[in-house]
């Protein structure tokens, strides 16, 4: 590679310097006034995350994690309730019901979006089922009127893992303003990212929203006075300072990310047996990963590695064969599209900030691979 710069999956610190003066100017605030818990930063970044989304209700917390935790909670999740889910996502979705403790009840996903298969939910739907758990991955949104449509036939409550979607649309509707709770996170790498962890839930229904309040400050609302047993969960002030500078620039960002998944496309159209990300007509994906399939992944990974060209998989285990889901009772062959896509899908770099260039040694590599 000579003198040329080594890729990133990743470049943080490309996007900090196009915004440097406003971050340094909104950390330097919080810092002088001495107000790092709650408060008017973070009461004003969730007015705005709140208008953005177009929803009633926006409570920071301190992770995606905790969000779609306390969703569950603030939706009437109770112990022994089930909570039908992907098998296709990071591990918290599922882990959190756990926490309840309910049971998380997997459902195959749909061949081209990877997302949660509707026609295959209410199968799985049975008198202790509580709550529906769409996740939007890689920041495409799932069939969100055949899973509302399910819910209201079962009266069930949808919670949407947000975690990969902010700015994401579905019919023209922002994910996260569909179903009655929404959880977000601002994990650095996510599209909207802090400078350590973060989380939102998103609600329209007032009373979800104050138990959520409640809940993530030990279940109180006075001072001392404890209502219910909760968590220690708040967004920091930094963080909420941080994130309210970048939300200006978020839909700037995931337009990049568009142009930047459009010259991938591009590059990959006829290269060996790639598919690359189908986005359904009605979806506005705003492409929190790039991920391309193909029959032999692992060797793919291994030739990317061998170029120095860095690239992940998302992800390489569906969640009813980790071990720590054991005890569900699944085994290979029980979700039979989510394993096939967890055996085939990688990730290539894609943030707002990537190079034409960086972006055609990347497709120079993956293609080089079928030479
Ligand atoms: C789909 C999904 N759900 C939940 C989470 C959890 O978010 P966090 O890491 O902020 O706890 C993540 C990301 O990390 C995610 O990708």
């Keep these: 590679m000579g003198d040329q710069q ?53 409570v920071g917390v301190n992770s995606g994690t905790d969000a779609l935790y306390l969703a569950l909670k603030a939706a009437g999740v ?30 195959d996903i749909c061949p081209d979006t990877l997302n949660i298969d509707p026609a295959r939910i209410e199968a799985a739907i049975t008198k202790k089922t509580r ?11 799932a069939d969100m009127d055949e899973i509302m449509a399910i819910a209201k036939r079962h009266d069930l409550a949808v919670i949407e893992d947000c975690a990969q979607s902010l700015g994401a649309a579905y019919r023209g509707r922002q994910t996260g303003s569909i179903g ?19 989380g939102m839930i998103l609600t329209d229904d007032d009373a979800a929203a104050r138990e959520c309040r409640m809940l993530r400050q030990h279940g ?24 309210a500078v970048k939300l200006k620039y978020l839909d700037r960002w995931n337009r990049s990310r568009r142009e ?26 705003i492409y929190h990963q790039y991920t391309l399939r193909t029959a032999r992944r692992d060797a793919m990974v291994e030739h990317l590695r061998q170029h120095q060209v860095p690239c992940a998989v998302h992800y390489p285990i569906p969640l009813h064969l980790q071990p720590a889901f054991e005890s569900l009772g699944k085994r290979q062959g029980s ?10 899908v990688f990730s290539l770099p894609i943030y707002p900030e990537i190079t034409g260039e960086q972006q055609d040694r990347v497709a120079d590599a993956v293609a080089g691979f079928f030479k």
């Design 131 to 141: 709550a529906i758990m769409p996740v939007h991955i890689y920041g495409q949104a």
């Design 335 to 344: 979700f039979p599209v989510a394993e096939d896509a967890a055996s085939r």
């Design 6 to 58: 080594k890729l990133q999956f990743l470049d943080l610190v490309a996007q900090y310097r196009t915004i440097k003066p406003e971050v340094d100017a909104a950390i330097e605030k919080v810092v002088s006034s001495g107000g790092f818990i709650l408060g008017r930063t973070v009461e004003e970044f969730e007015a705005g995350v709140a208008a953005y989304v177009g929803v009633r209700h926006a």
């Design 180 to 198: 009655r709770i929404a959880g977000l996170s601002f994990y650095p790498s996510k599209n909207l990212g802090a400078y350590g962890d973060g």
């Design 220 to 243: 109180s609302e006075k001072t001392y006075h404890h209502v219910k047993i909760g968590v220690n969960s708040r967004l920091d002030a930094l963080q909420a300072a941080v994130l």
């Design 260 to 285: 930047k998944a459009a010259h991938y496309d591009a590059r990959f159209a006829g290269v060996g047996d790639i598919v690359t990300p189908e986005v359904r007509g009605y979806n506005d994906m």
């Design 78 to 107: 109770r112990a022994g309730d089930e909570v039908i889910t992907t098998p296709f996502t990071f591990i918290a979705t599922a882990e959190v019901v756990t926490w309840v403790p309910a049971t998380p009840v997997f459902v």
